[in-house]
């Protein structure tokens, strides 16, 4: 139930809806003595009441927005058939000509028909979105939940029907009618916003930065029979690297124009190991290696996109032997979180981690750091992402982590499975105590 049936629950004083509804699941068999499924019987409560039905979750994760907000009423309308012709009843019972909803919200309305039948209709097309309705099987006991679809229309078998108006994908119209089987039809007005507003949007941060680091994209294959979405490398982007150093070990600025395999890739984690000496699954490093004089700049970026996008690790370090690195290794940063950073699949912008993921050095040292974690809209078409909640001006030991994505302003649901969104940029900036790095990562087209 949402909040609001709770509360309508919990405040019935009318015996009759006072007592809840109580089921049982019995174990049906066949002649044979074969279990052949279950059924559930009503053991307290109004017979007449049984099938309240909450919001259903995959109506509503498309949207992008939170579930629809539950009105507090045992039932919102009240449809009848009596003597061949419907009549509509609001809540205190009284006949009403036509129907308002408000979008964002969810109604249940009641339904007793003997022979008639009603559709309701957006102009010559019959509409469904967010409708489900309860109604008796034609076989057996109990209730089953029907998705309308345009061959459907709701009749004697249906007993309840549960309508979350959807504020977009689709946008519920302004003016619906019902038009039943008897001839007759009625208005249902639909109100309230058409757009959710940004506030109460929700993103899938995770796909977006899986979808980003990784360099894929999906892309439609159609066929005679059909079509397939796959997910597909990306090997096209150019970006532009800045970096330099200071202190200790002097990295002059030097800027470099790199593609796909030809100064950055996304390759297997074979560093990272599990507690049995193997690697894990699903870990991957985004390698960047950058020519300076006769060395080369390697920063990584350490991930896993088993479920999303979680980051664990940062390094950097200068070597002329990128074939035995070990051979000449000198350390700019390497930093890591001994909690993993996850980025969620349903969550408002701006979001912060409050998990106080405080970053250590390759050594153990714990820097200074960070207490959050948080993931901005910059605009309609970017995200930021900010691992650290460091300043651009930095103390001795402090560490500045940014990701710049790009979205689609028009994925209707911010879920970005069909949509692409991809890398714009990385910043990376760290101060130790007589030592500076930074890095900036441009796309170039």
């Not at 979105?129 to 061959?151: C, H, K, M, N, W």
């Not at 124009?257 to 699903?282: F, K, P, Q, W």
Request: proline share 3%.
């Amino acid at each position: 139930m949402l909040s609001g049936e709770i509360d309508s629950v919990l405040g019935r004083t009318d015996p009759l809806f006072a007592n809840p509804v109580n089921y049982q699941t019995y174990p049906v068999y066949d002649y044979c003595g074969e279990l052949t499924g279950y059924e559930r019987r009503v053991v307290t409560g109004d017979a007449n009441y049984i099938g309240w039905d909450p919001v259903f979750t995959d109506t509503n994760t498309s949207l992008g927005s939170e579930l629809p907000e539950s009105t507090s009423n045992q039932y919102d309308y009240t449809i009848i058939e009596q003597s061949g012709q419907l009549s509509i009843l609001d809540t205190k019972e009284n006949i009403v000509s036509a129907i308002t909803i408000e979008r964002g919200k969810h109604y249940r309305i009641k339904t007793k028909l003997t022979s008639a039948t009603f559709q309701i209709r957006a102009g010559s097309s019959v509409w469904v979105s967010g409708i489900r309705v309860t109604a008796e099987p034609d076989f057996g006991q109990g209730f089953e939940i029907i998705q309308l679809d345009e061959t459907l229309s709701v009749d004697k078998k249906s007993v309840e029907i549960d309508w979350a108006v959807s504020v977009e994908n689709p946008t519920t119209p302004n003016n619906l009618i019902l038009t039943a089987s008897t001839g007759q039809s009625f208005d249902i007005a639909v109100v309230g916003i058409t757009s959710i507003p940004d506030e109460d949007k929700t993103y899938d941060i995770s796909n977006a930065m899986r979808k980003s680091l990784m360099f894929i994209e999906s892309v439609n294959h159609t066929y005679s029979s059909g079509s397939i979405l796959t997910e597909e490398s990306v090997t096209t982007r150019q970006y532009t690297v800045n970096s330099n150093a200071t202190g200790s070990i002097q990295i002059d600025s030097v800027s470099s124009l790199l593609s796909y395999n030809n100064g950055y890739s996304v390759i297997d984690d074979t560093e990272t190991l599990d507690t049995d000496g193997n690697t894990i699954d699903g870990n991957k490093i985004l390698k960047i290696v950058q020519p300076y004089n006769s060395s080369y700049i390697v920063t990584k970026l350490y991930f896993n996109e088993t479920n999303g996008l979680d980051i664990f690790q940062y390094s950097a370090y200068l070597t002329s032997d990128l074939t035995n690195e070990d051979n000449d290794y000198r350390l700019l940063a390497s930093l890591k979180y001994p909690q993993t950073v996850e980025f969620l699949n349903d969550v408002k912008l701006p979001f912060t981690d409050h998990k106080e993921h405080m970053l250590t050095l390759a050594d153990g040292t714990k820097l200074i750091n960070t207490d959050k974690i948080t993931v901005e809209k910059v605009s309609d078409t970017s995200i930021r992402a900010r691992l650290t909640s460091n300043s651009e001006t930095l103390s001795p030991g402090e560490f500045v982590l940014v990701l710049n994505i790009h979205i689609d302003a028009n994925d209707p649901g911010r879920e970005y499975q069909t949509t692409n969104p991809f890398l714009l940029g990385i910043g990376v900036k760290f101060k130790g105590t007589n030592f500076g790095f930074e890095q900036t990562v441009l796309l170039n087209n």
